[in-house]
């Protein structure tokens, strides 16, 4: 079984970045995605990022395509998510995820098998 630790989450304020980090246990086979959702206390857990293992093709919501950016490490089974220019509306729990198959695409949470603790982010303006 795959286990996914998260790091790198706090207080920030406006226009600020943050790189988050996520560790997988086990191994990461070539057909996984691992990706980064967000949920904000009463809303539904929503896609950020998202990077194939295997081709290193990657995906992003609109809302963050362009200040964004996921990056994989296969030989530490790492995943970074680079975060810039950051605004209040980023605020969240960022949660950790792996697909094995991502039989209903690699941006659909239900692709996903494996997920992290969260990570608590939170922009000040």
């Known amino acids: 079984q795959v286990q996914l630790v998260e790091s790198g989450g706090g207080l920030v304020q406006a226009g600020a970045s943050l790189t988050l980090s996520c560790a997988a246990s086990?191994?990461?086979?070539?057909?996984?995605?691992l990706g980064w959702f967000r949920q904000e206390p009463g809303k539904e857990r929503e896609f950020v990022a998202t990077?194939?293992?295997?081709?290193?093709?990657?995906y992003y919501t609109n809302s963050v395509e362009g200040r964004f950016t996921i990056f994989r490490d296969a030989a530490k089974n790492t995943v970074e998510l680079q975060m810039n220019s950051l605004k209040p509306d980023d605020t969240a729990v960022y949660f950790c995820?792996?697909?094995?198959?991502?039989?209903?695409?690699?941006?659909?949470?239900?692709?996903?098998?494996?997920w992290g603790q969260g990570t608590q982010v939170t922009v000040s303006s």
């Open positions: 086990g191994t990461v086979y070539s057909q996984y995605h």
């Open positions: 995820a792996a697909a094995t198959t991502a039989p209903w695409g690699p941006t659909n949470r239900r692709s996903y098998d494996y």
């Open positions: 990077v194939s293992w295997r081709n290193n093709k990657k």
